[in-house]
Structure formats: C-alpha cells, structure tokens
C-alpha cells in the first residue's frame, strides 16, 4: 500500500521523507491556506522533496475554470495531479484532462456511486474521505470496502486513495481491505510508528549496557 502524507507543511514533509517511507502527498485549500504561503510557490518548494505525485487541489466550480487551473498548476512540476471535487463539473474536466493524459484525484468522495462515475471518467485515483464519515456516524471504512469490491469486479483501473485519516486503525483498516494508498496526517505517521514497549525495551536494553561498564 503506498503512504501519502497530507500535509503542506515543509518541516512535516522533510522530516517525513527522510524516513524513506513516503510514496507521494496531498494538499487540499484548508492544508495550503493554513501554511500562509503563496501556494504555487510553495507546490514548487514541495516538489523539490517530493518525487512522487504530488495533489494539488482547484477551486474553481465550473469546467472551464478548474481546466485553466490545472494548466497553470501543471506548469508546478511534471508530477503535480490535479485534484477535483466529484460533481457534474468536475467529471466533464477529469475526462478531458484523463484524454491529454494529466492525472486527476477526484475528491470529497462520500459515496460508492461518486467513485464508480469518476472511475468512468477516467480519475487516475479516487479519495474517500472516512473521517468525515465517521464524524457523522456512519462507517467510513465501509465506503472503502465496496469501492475495493466495485473497482474489483470490472477491473477499474482507478486507484482508492484513502483520506481524511485520523487515526492508526484506519490505516491498518485500508491495508487489510487492499486500498492501493492512504493519505496520512503527519501526526497519525508518528502515531503508526511510535510504541510504548519499543521505548521501554529500548531503555532498559541501554540501561543494562550500561551496568556492563559499572
Ligand atoms: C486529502 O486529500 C483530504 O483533503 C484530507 O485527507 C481531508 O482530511 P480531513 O477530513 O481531516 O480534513
């Protein structure tokens, strides 16, 4: 399963990727916002760290003007993917922009409809969003399974890019269920790693070294 992190923030991704553990990030317009960078600048200044896709989010509502943003941001850097929230407008400008063969996330993705149809329109991957879900009490992580199952019977070649992580579980949940990829907070990344008995077992094997040279 590939690991995305979902960050826009330098420090974050620097320090994630030196980890050898990141596959590619996404960004969305609260993630960018809140860096308070100009952020074409700051996609550009990703890019340098990030080899892999790299999600950049329009704002525009109607086709014509989400196709003139992802000119623009295409222009970032060759592995920039534009992302595209899943609506009538949206699907006419991920067909076009899937015929000139530029890769498009299709987001905000609640429903297992919303993904089949973005899948037709040629969606390089699909994002569930299961924490969104999950905070108005229905199961997230369903959503993910019947779009594994979907993808699976006709051989989609959409990728389900899982997001709006927010805790551990998820991510074991998404691999258990074959996800292609998560989108992980940073802070979640920290979560996945980190555990107390590897810090205890840690401590007290340093601990008895040094009685060695008591
Ligand atoms: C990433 O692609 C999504 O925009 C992000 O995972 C949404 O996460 P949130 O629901 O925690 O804002």
Known sequence: MKIFLDSANLDEIKEAVSWGIID?????PTLLAREGKEPKKLLKDISKVISGPINAEVVSLDSAGILSEAEELIKIAPNIV???????????????????NIKTTVTLIFSATQALLAAKAGATYVCPFIGRLDDISQDGMSLVEEIAVIFDNYDLSTEILVASIRHPIHV????????????????????????PLTDAGIKRFLDDWEKLKK
């Open 82 to 100: 534009i992302k595209i929230p899943v609506n009538q407008e949206g699907l006419k400008a991920v067909k076009l922009l899937s015929q000139n």
């Open 24 to 28: 590619g990030l996404t960004t969305n």
């Open 172 to 195: 074991v949940q998404s691999a258990l269920i074959g996800a292609d990829a998560v989108t992980v907070p940073f802070k979640v990344i920290e979560q996945l790693l980190n555990h």
